[in-house]
């Protein structure tokens, strides 16, 4: 070797040492992946369908809150407010189970589309026509549109799985995670109810179902791929997207239901342990949840709220933009490992809390800083065992989302006061025995979840795949 060839690998730069200009060009690549994979026309379409089961869900609140109004001093009428409120959640509870089958054998933004088109629709006749309705008739028009409302929101998990693929990659539901925490935590409800102040509130109630049916237009708009309306047949008009289903009214006539019900694997669901882990949580996440909130000031500081909502917006979008630019941070976990630790350690800062609580009675419930961490663990396990069901089975997540939501808001409460208060004779117990108990559930729960868990597709749910949805769109417009 030369003398000159010694100097060039003396001073030269090293192969695994990267140029200025090299890295420069690496990190704008990295941005131009994190644009391509959120930009683009599978999620739009999540993102719309999000926004459908949100405008239903502030037509029924700005109907209560129209509702309200009416029933106000100086007004002659009596609507009772509270009637109609019972019959619409009990029209939700009632379309729980079918809108999960429906969502899982028959194209999810069908089911979507024409449930936000209905809702919107019995919202404008409802307030329309509220002066010439008796306090029944709006009652049982409640119950149908709380039905609808059910099946609307529960089909929105399989046009997630069904239009934007998991692919092993977790991160990839933060979109969901983030309607999760926006919707749960009132950022549209609180800037309903000041609209609802400042102007009139008939107008902004009739507003508010008109703007369902605009966004019904522009469903049909992108669900249609080839941004035409020449092209659009029954099934778009009806639906929002082409009637790809498997099953068929006139092959099968009466033997439909049967050989809907037939073909869910009930027995593999039931006996599933990653589905029983996630079954557990929800049972116990509704009763600790709400032991820990009614001895607690946790939501009376306003400011206090918004600023951990905002908190919470702004880290979740900061986790997006840092995995995706620096994928090498995600990599070496498993989303099985994901779904642990979020929901491991939800549970447990619970189940810490509880045992504090028995050191330092209820001065800790009093902390701010053990509020804000409890409330901030709770948005952030969404990563965990409430997204976990699209994991596991993708094709059946609205199913195993109706059969979650009946135990979490239904269920859970039967559970607790006929099984688990008698048998712990839980009444007899004083406040610290009380807490030992939750902190005993807490740590049992995050173990069993921690040794049960599983975010790998189950066998029952490894059906051969079905045509990818937007091919089917698109060769429909083609024909």
């Known amino acids: 070797m030369s003398l000159e060839e010694n100097a060039t690998n003396r001073h030269g730069s090293p192969a695994h040492i990267q140029l200025p200009e090299q890295l420069s060009s690496k990190f704008i690549d990295r941005f131009i992946r994190l644009k391509t994979t959120y930009w683009n026309r599978e999620y739009a379409i999540v993102l719309l369908a999000i926004i459908g089961v949100s405008i239903t869900s502030q ?10 109004f009416m029933n106000q001093p100086n007004k002659t009428e009596n609507f009772h407010l509270y009637g109609c409120l019972s019959y619409n959640l009990f029209g939700y509870m009632i379309g729980l189970i079918p809108g999960g089958v429906l969502a899982t054998f028959y194209p999810a933004h069908n089911i979507l589309g024409i449930c936000v088109a209905i809702s919107s629709i019995g919202h404008v006749i409802v307030i329309m026509s509220i002066s010439y309705l008796n306090s029944l008739t709006l009652c ?7 039905t609808t409302m059910a099946v609307g929101d529960l089909s929105i998990d399989r046009v997630w799985t069904y239009w934007v ?22 950022y549209l409800r609180d800037t309903m109810d000041k609209l609802h102040n400042e102007h009139s509130s008939y107008s902004l109630t009739l507003f508010i179902g008109v703007i369902g049916l605009a966004w019904y237009v522009l469903w049909l708009y992108v669900i249609n791929g080839n941004y035409s309306f020449g092209s659009l047949n029954r099934d778009f008009i009806l639906f929002g997207g082409l009637n790809n289903s498997r099953y068929s009214f006139e092959a099968y006539g009466n033997s439909l239901t049967r050989s809907i019900v037939s073909d869910i694997p009930w027995k593999s669901i039931w006996t599933s342990k990653p589905f029983l882990a996630i079954v557990v949580l929800y049972v116990c996440d509704s009763r600790l949840y709400q032991s820990y909130y009614y001895n607690t000031d946790l939501f009376s500081n306003d400011v206090f709220e918004w600023t951990m909502r905002d908190n919470t917006v702004v880290l979740l979008l900061l986790v997006v933009v840092l995995v995706e630019l620096f994928p090498e941070i995600a990599l070496p976990i498993s989303t099985t490992n994901v779904r ?17 609580e028995v050191i330092l009675g209820n001065t800790i419930k009093n902390n701010k800083m053990c509020q804000y961490l409890f409330k901030e663990m709770r948005h952030l396990y969404n990563f965990g065992f409430y997204v976990n069901t699209l994991d596991i089975a993708p094709k059946y997540a609205s199913l195993l989302s109706s059969f979650l939501m009946c135990i979490h808001y239904y ?5 607790w006061a006929s099984v688990v208060r008698p048998i712990l004779s839980f009444a007899k117990l004083n406040e610290v025995e009380n ?40 060769n429909g417009n083609n024909s």
């Not at 092993?168 to 969901?176: G, L």
């Not at 642990?340 to 504090?356: A, P, R």
């Not at 807490?442 to 599983?454: D, K, L, N, P, T």
């Open 59 to 68: 037509q029924f609140n700005t109907y209560i809150k129209y509702i309200d």
């Open 140 to 146: 049982i028009l409640q119950m149908c549109i709380g």
């Open 165 to 186: 693929p998991l692919n092993k990659q977790s991160i990839r539901h933060v979109p969901m995670v983030m309607y999760l925490v926006i919707f749960e935590e009132g």
């Open 340 to 356: 642990k630790i979020w929901s491991c350690s939800y549970f447990g800062s619970l189940g810490i809390i509880f045992f504090l």
């Open 411 to 415: 269920i859970s409460d039967i559970l």
């Open 435 to 474: 807490a030992i108990m939750m902190t005993i559930i807490c740590f049992a729960v995050a173990v069993f979840y921690g040794i049960f868990a599983s975010a790998e597709l189950q066998p029952w749910a490894d059906e051969p795949v079905e045509e990818n949805q937007q091919n089917v769109v698109e």
